[in-house]
């Protein structure tokens, strides 16, 4: 019996660690922050799940956060329309092919994850931002498959 479970654990082992792997968290502060400047994921996923935690205490209406995903060279046209959005849509433009990942809005002591393909995103040059109006110059960091 020992045996078998021990198989049992070499076998589904790397594939439990490549699944965790596809999962990243990251938090935001009242002091407009989030606590990394660059996530990774290895190219093996298929799908990535991000967890964004707002460890603050104020409310999303002043801090609020949330985490875009978009191609570099689109942040700061897509940071401007994200804006004009307005709070009812999260501040992120419904329908925009630009963002191609996008947490809800959080605020302190608040958290919210999105799942989605990075199959289509492998080569690119990407970042992510928090889209609140005038976040984008200190939280935003790059996103990198490898
Ligand atoms: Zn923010």
Known sequence: MRVLMLAFVMLFLPVLAQASSCELSIDSTDQMRYSEAELTVPSGCE??????????????????????????????????????????????????????AATELV????????????????????????SFPGHFALMKGKFIIE
């Open 47 to 100: 799908t990535v799940t991000l967890t964004l935690t707002h460890s603050g205490s104020l409310p999303k209406t002043s801090m609020g956060h949330n985490w875009v995903l978009v191609e570099t060279d689109q942040l700061s046209d897509l940071a401007k329309d994200a804006m004009a959005a307005g709070p009812a849509n999260n501040y992120v433009p419904a329908g925009d092919d630009r963002v191609l």
């Open 107 to 130: 605020g302190g002591g608040e958290s919210t994850s999105v799942e989605f393909s990075v199959a289509d995103l492998k080569g690119k040059d990407l970042s992510f931002f928090c």
